[in-house]
């Protein structure tokens, strides 16, 4: 019998998985016959050329879209499986995000964004929570800004209340999509270690796209995407590394 997701370590896996937009001439493989794991406790940094597949395979593993083929579990759910509803139940406990399209909440302050995931789930942050929301305000230097709304801030300081949020409930899994694409180098730097700290200490697995050789250099592993496909799968690696094998990709296409 084949081991469970959870017995290989994995918090997430997809196998075989396809994407095709459109039909006919037209159509689109935006991501093609693609299995990973995503291991428990690991920073992962997906990066390939504009339109390689990086966004789609985000969406897929994390349920926000369906695939053409192949299957997605996130622990041992088989969510291609799922109905919206228990799909978005799992999702609100088990997944966080820092995307550009997941915006705040206009009418919620500071503090209500970072506490939205507790409050969907109807309940209160216990008190180990509140100290790591409390590490998560300080670290990111929103301490200040508790009581604004996301239109008093700047979209750096918007950013560092989306990714508060995403990791408040200490989710098994975060996806971030260019997490420090708005951020100056040093709150940039900030983030990167928080991101770190995530995955080493409490375990959990971190999947972030970056175009930034400086993003990735901090992660354990890194994924490159050309064409919808897998095409490297290496461990942590300087950013001089990163950037030659981009250059070499970008000199093949
Ligand atoms: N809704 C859609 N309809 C049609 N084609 C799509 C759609 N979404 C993505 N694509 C196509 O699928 C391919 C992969 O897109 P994707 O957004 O995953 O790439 P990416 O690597 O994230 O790119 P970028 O770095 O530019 O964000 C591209 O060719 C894109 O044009």
Request: hydrophobic letters at 40%; zero cysteines.
């Amino acid at each position: 019998m084949q081991n469970t997701p959870s017995e290989l370590g994995l918090i997430a896996r997809a196998v075989g998985l396809g994407k095709r937009y459109g039909t006919g001439q037209g159509a689109v493989v935006a991501l093609d016959d693609v299995s990973i794991g995503l291991r428990r406790g690991e920073f992962t940094a997906i990066m390939g050329p504009s339109g390689s597949g990086k966004s789609t395979l985000m969406h897929l593993m994390a349920g926000l879209d369906t695939p053409t083929s192949g299957r997605v579990w996130l622990g041992d759910t088989d969510i291609t499986e799922l109905g919206d509803s228990a799909l978005t139940v799992l999702r609100r406990r088990r997944i966080g995000f820092v995307f550009q399209a997941f915006n705040l909440v206009p009418t919620l302050d500071v503090r209500g964004n970072i506490l939205l995931p507790f409050e969907l789930d109807g309940r209160k942050p216990a008190v180990a929570e509140q100290a790591w929301i409390d590490e998560l305000i300080d670290t990111l230097g929103l301490r200040a800004r508790l009581g604004h709304r996301p239109h008093e801030l700047s979209g750096g300081q918007q950013q560092r209340v989306a990714i508060a949020r995403a990791l408040a409930t200490r989710p098994d899994l975060v996806f971030a999509d260019e997490p420090t694409g708005n951020l100056d180098s040093r709150t940039g730097r900030e983030v990167l270690g928080l991101l770190a700290a995530a995955s080493s200490r409490s375990g959990q697995a971190i999947a972030m796209v970056t175009h930034d050789p400086i993003a990735a250099s901090h992660a354990d592993r890194i994924l490159f995407l050309a064409d919808g496909r897998i095409v490297r799968d290496q461990g942590r690696s300087s950013a001089e590394e990163i950037s030659s094998f981009m250059l070499q990709m970008e000199a093949a296409a």
